[in-house]
């Protein structure tokens, strides 16, 4: 560790004060999980009821909710249930834009009107499962499927129903069964207990905090009904950056899945490129090849940040941090989560392992290794954790090298399963002694030596 614990911790809580304090903010509650140090809460001000603000107290995470209705389509595919690309509508009965696919809804890029029909935030009054469905024929394509894109609370209610419909019980119960408690998130609920904090708008020009009333999102649940606790959430978050350290039989979800999630589908700003979305996912890039993974949340009274961490040097494996507030405007919160990350791994990188000797490379690879030209560029090929490797030898320290994986049913030929080319197969070509003297990688042809496409080699002059 690169600070004793009280340093680190007296940084952090400082910055969460800091925010508490300029932000005008009756109560936050912070928490950072990370697999190789204890799990570290903050918490500072007063809950508006009679219950002490705690870790334990509960606020309203708003649209992080959408994250887990995410997991449970998902969860929903990897079961067999639907293909991404399919319409909606072939699994629910609607009335009206069932032809948009379940990928669309999941990132945004439906063109979905971005609440259900009628004024919910007016009205404070959302609508049951039935009236969703029957007011689809009143709700707009605001924007030609796949133009870019435009948030959608009522695209996410949309998945909701058909996470129900799928699974023959109400998204509650799924959420429940098959995320909550296998991952032990069990102060996240549908409906806030006794002890919760209060939400509260803060008015501008004076110290009154006005607290706002309670609402219940009906059938627009699956996009921002729930509440949970910091430690929870920091916890959430760990598990989208990195699952097999909390769910390491992939019972909830694979890692596989979760890359998928990851997977930028779309930027959310056309000029900025600050942030992206991926399958129910927000992609924030923070520089050095790191990414922050999770979704903000904003409800009456309520703001929340969720964010898991990964890449660049220092990050701590299932790395996550959860800021939750009770005021509905202060937007300082929400860049708080990403500085109590970041300041984390600044002033507490993860500890460095030692370098192993390891297993030699399997002979059937031996010939492969060293250096190699393709596309007039020099390649390593290496064996390295049990894997074969590639990387180019002007790649810059922190791109991950490209990954290989022999095909079972093909003697000499591979499949990329990561970085550079992934998906593209990878050929071997050996001569009468059994030496590889070319493969072809994504059809390009791979030699010993830099060669023109003409097969003009530089070495030999001709």
Request: aromatic share 8%; net charge negative; proline share 7%.
């Amino acid at each position: 560790m690169s600070e004793p614990d009280s340093r680190v911790h007296e940084h952090l809580g400082r910055l969460v004060r800091q925010v508490q304090a300029d932000a005008r903010v009756p109560a936050v509650s912070v928490a950072l999980h990370r697999a190789d140090r204890p799990l570290w809460t903050c918490t500072v001000g007063e809950t508006g009821t009679d219950s002490p603000l705690t870790p334990d107290t509960q606020f309203r995470i708003g649209s992080v909710t959408k994250t887990f209705t995410a997991a449970l389509t998902l969860q929903c595919r990897d079961d067999g249930l639907l293909d991404l690309d399919d319409p909606v509508g072939r699994h629910l009965d609607l009335p009206a834009h069932g032809e948009l696919t379940v990928r669309r809804l999941l990132s945004h890029t439906a063109g979905l009107q971005r609440e259900p029909f009628g004024d919910v935030w007016d009205s404070l009054r959302a609508p049951d499962a039935d009236q969703l469905v029957a007011e689809l024929v009143r709700a707009e394509r605001v924007l030609p499927t796949g133009r870019r894109f435009h948030y959608s609370n009522l695209g996410m209610a949309v998945l909701g129903q058909l996470v129900a419909r799928l699974r023959g019980e109400s998204w509650a119960q799924a959420l429940t069964e098959r995320i909550l408690t296998p991952l032990g998130l069990t102060d996240t609920t549908l409906t806030p207990r006794p002890t919760a904090a209060t939400g509260f708008l803060v008015d501008a020009y004076s110290d009154e905090a006005h607290p706002e009333p309670p609402t219940d999102f009906g059938a627009v649940g699956p996009a921002a009904q729930l509440w949970s606790t910091a430690t929870d959430m920091a916890r959430w978050a760990a598990f989208l950056a990195d699952p097999v350290a909390l769910d390491p039989t992939g019972a909830v979800l694979a890692p596989a899945t979760l890359d998928e999630m990851r997977w930028p589908v779309t930027t959310t700003d056309e000029t900025l490129w600050g942030a992206g979305f991926g399958l129910g996912l927000i992609l924030i890039p923070q520089g050095e090849r790191v990414m922050h993974v999770g979704h903000d949340g904003a409800m009456p009274g309520f703001l929340a940040g969720v964010y898991g961490r990964r890449g660049g040097d220092g990050t701590a494996g299932a790395m996550g941090a959860a800021v939750l507030g009770s005021s509905g405007t202060a937007a300082e919160l929400f860049d708080l989560t990403h500085r109590l990350l970041a300041g984390a791994v600044e002033r507490d990188p993860a500890d460095i392992a030692p370098w192993r000797p390891g297993a030699p490379a399997p002979t059937a690879v031996r010939g492969m290794l060293g250096r190699w030209w393709g596309e007039g560029s020099e390649y390593v090929f290496s064996w390295h954790d049990g894997s074969l490797r590639a990387r180019g030898v002007g790649d810059p320290a922190g791109r991950p090298p490209a990954v290989f994986v022999p095909l079972p049913d093909q003697q000499d030929v591979f499949r990329t399963a990561s970085g550079r080319e992934v998906g593209e197969l990878l050929r071997l070509t050996r001569d009468e002694a059994g030496v590889v003297v070319r493969m072809h990688w994504a059809t390009y042809r791979f030699t010993r030596h830099q060669e023109a496409f003409d097969r003009y080699d530089f070495r030999a002059g001709r």
